[in-house]
T-cell receptor
């Protein structure tokens, strides 16, 4: 069974631009969660989607948004990029039915904002 | 509220020595606890998990962890370190809201 895939793996953007990251979950998984990893703040939860609905959200500004499609693939969008948005963005998928199903992580997308 | 504290941002051991990475947690509900490992420029790989069954949990690559409710701890151990164990390790808590809360991570260095 294929694992969680994320595209692209690397991105370079400039301040003020917007960016879209993509995540394809493991087949059969209906929940997708997004995390931001930075050296200063560590791993922080962005949001979680299940069956195309956002079920939970972290403490990030509205510039960070996401969505999930009917095939469970998810995208996250960051608008008006800031230097501080440079990070590794990780996506995790789970079956999602029980509140505490195990999450499986993708390799991440490394975003650099210049 | 839930939180995870990893004691020691950097641990250095000699090859063949005991590895001990410390994790303490705070949770208002019975916790599900995980240890993940991250190699450079990669995602997170699950080492082991505690989900309220046996308190001593065995994982991959010879790692194990013991859940101690009285101490609110979930320390990770390995009897004999190998060079390939050098990586960053994260302890994480899964609460009742589908959200993983991570510790700050511990960078493990293994010296030959």
């Amino acid at each position: 069974k294929a694992g969680v895939t994320q595209t692209p793996r690397y991105l370079i953007k400039t301040r003020g631009q917007q960016v879209t990251l993509s995540c394809s979950p493991i087949s059969g998984h209906r929940s997708v969660s997004w995390y931001q990893q930075t050296p200063g703040q560590g791993l922080q939860f962005l949001f979680e989607y299940f069956s195309e609905t956002q079920r939970n959200k972290g403490n990030f500004p509205g510039r960070f948004s996401g969505r999930q499609f009917s095939n469970s693939r998810s995208e996250m969008n960051v608008s008006t990029l800031e230097l501080g948005d440079s990070a590794l963005y990780l996506c995790a998928s789970s079956i999602g039915v029980a509140q505490r199903d195990e999450q499986f992580f993708g390799p991440g997308t490394r975003l650099t904002v210049l | 509220a839930q939180s995870v504290t990893q004691l020691g941002s950097h641990v250095s051991v000699s090859e063949g020595a005991l590895v001990l990475l410390r994790c303490n947690y705070s949770s208002s509900v019975p916790p599900y606890l995980f240890w993940y490992v991250q190699y450079p420029n990669q995602g997170l790989q699950l080492l082991l998990k505690y989900t309220s069954a046996a308190t001593l949990v065995k994982g991959i690559n010879g790692f194990e962890a013991e859940f101690k409710k009285s101490e609110t701890s979930f320390h990770l151990t390995k009897p004999s370190a190998h060079m390939s164990d050098a990586a960053e390790y994260f302890c994480a808590l899964l609460g009742s809201n589908y959200k993983l809360t991570f510790g700050k991570g511990t960078l493990l260095t293994v010296n030959p």
